[in-house]
């Protein structure tokens, strides 16, 4: 069964940094591309970065381009989400996600992926 662990939420202020990551196991890591997503309150699951399986592609939510980076660690089955020049409007319980069939094309809307982790709250203050 493939299960995914989010870690390394937490409080900051405005214009810092963390790194979330995200522990996988249950099957092949590598053969899988990897997405995270965030969820504020009263609002749609938002799309933030997503890589492709063999890591070298990347794709990016606008509100985050150029301030958040995804990466992935295949040999340790972790997919990590830096995010520097934080603002309050990234405050939310950020997601991990992945797809359940290997494919090409990695998608952005969050009903394409079928195992989620149980969030890590990230919370920004101003």
């Known amino acids: 069964q493939v299960q995914l662990e989010e870690s390394g939420g937490g409080l900051v202020q405005a214009g810092g940094s963390l790194r979330l990551s995200c522990a996988a196991s249950?099957?092949?890591?590598?053969?899988?591309?990897m997405a995270w997503f965030r969820q504020a309150p009263g609002k749609e699951r938002e799309f933030v970065a997503a890589?492709?399986?063999?890591?070298?592609?990347?794709y990016y939510g606008d509100a985050v381009k150029g301030r958040f980076t995804i990466s992935r660690d295949n040999a340790k089955n972790t997919v990590y989400l830096q995010m520097n020049s934080l603002k309050p409007e990234d405050t939310a319980v950020y997601y991990c996600a992945a797809p359940g069939l290997h494919r090409i094309v990695v998608r952005t809307n969050p009903y394409e992926y079928d195992y989620w982790g149980q969030g890590t709250q990230v919370t920004i203050s101003s």
């Open positions: 890589i492709e399986w063999g890591g070298v592609t990347t």
């Open positions: 249950g099957r092949t890591f590598s053969r899988y591309d």
